[in-house]
């Protein structure tokens, strides 16, 4: 791995960090292709956790790179550069935690919101910036936003892109849950090491029931879920889930 990221992993749990911290982390062509790399070598952890150097966590795209921000550049850039980077969060069988430590702002806003859990300190803010230099939502935002706060509150944090403070962020439902800065990097490592000892199995099947469920109808949705619990039903971590409860111990759960 480069310079741009950082990678550390013990315990199962693969902590990345965004390497950029003299311009909040902005996002250029060589981050964005490293960090894509990071992520899905993290598909072999059992948690990964995502954050920033520094006072940002990710201030959006590098403007001051400008290979594929011309007008024919853009949507060749997105697709062939963010949308893999934001695959590689949504495709992963783990849980992925967004450790939002600062500004989130742009198409860093959206890389946060596509990890399934965000815990930001509560000096951070969420700017969906875009409308300010005559952009719309991407990265995923157009996607993430209206699902997790309604279709007005997504709306306006588009249009008006005015910072959404942490606190604010966590009564709309945007994210899971503000805490004081200084207890930031406690309260992510303590929910990281619960998910890294969990059932990463079940995990990986929830993952994929949910991230579906807005896309089609109940009975399709019924039948996703029957599937799933069937896989996780014969699994090795179900048996020992039984085996533990009825035995009044912690479980020890392997993953399969």
């Not at 959006?60 to 980077?85: I, K, R, S």
Request: net charge negative; proline share 5%.
């Amino acid at each position: 791995m480069g310079d741009l990221v950082r990678v550390e992993t013990e315990g199962g749990i693969c902590r990345i960090t965004l390497n950029r911290p003299g311009v909040m982390n902005a996002l250029n062509r060589p981050l964005r292709a490293e960090l894509t790399a990071a992520l899905r070598a993290g598909h072999a952890a059992r948690v990964i956790v995502l954050t920033g150097a520094g006072r940002a966590f990710c201030s959006g795209q590098d403007l001051t790179d400008a290979e594929g921000l011309d007008e024919a550049g853009f949507e060749a850039t997105l697709n062939g550069e963010y949308v893999p980077m934001i695959r590689a969060i949504t495709e992963a069988p783990v849980p992925v935690i967004a450790a939002v430590n600062g500004a989130a702002a742009g198409a860093g806003a959206n890389l946060a919101l596509a990890c399934d859990l965000v815990i930001a300190a509560e000096s951070a803010v969420f700017i969906q910036a875009f409308a300010r230099i005559g952009l719309i939502p991407d990265a995923g935002g157009t996607s993430f936003l209206p699902r997790r706060v309604g279709f007005q509150r997504a709306m306006g944090a588009a249009l008006l892109a005015e910072p959404v403070g942490a606190r604010q962020a966590e009564a709309w439902g945007m994210i899971w849950e503000a805490v004081p800065d200084a207890q930031l990097q406690q309260v992510v490592a303590a929910r990281a090491a619960k998910l890294a000892q969990g059932p990463t199995g079940a995990y990986a099947a929830l993952k994929e029931a949910l991230r579906g469920a807005f896309d089609q109808p109940l009975e399709a949705q019924l039948a996703l879920e029957a599937r799933l619990q069937g896989l996780c039903g014969a699994s090795a971590d179900f048996r020992e889930g039984v085996a533990a409860f009825l035995e009044k111990r912690v479980p020890d759960f392997c993953g399969r």
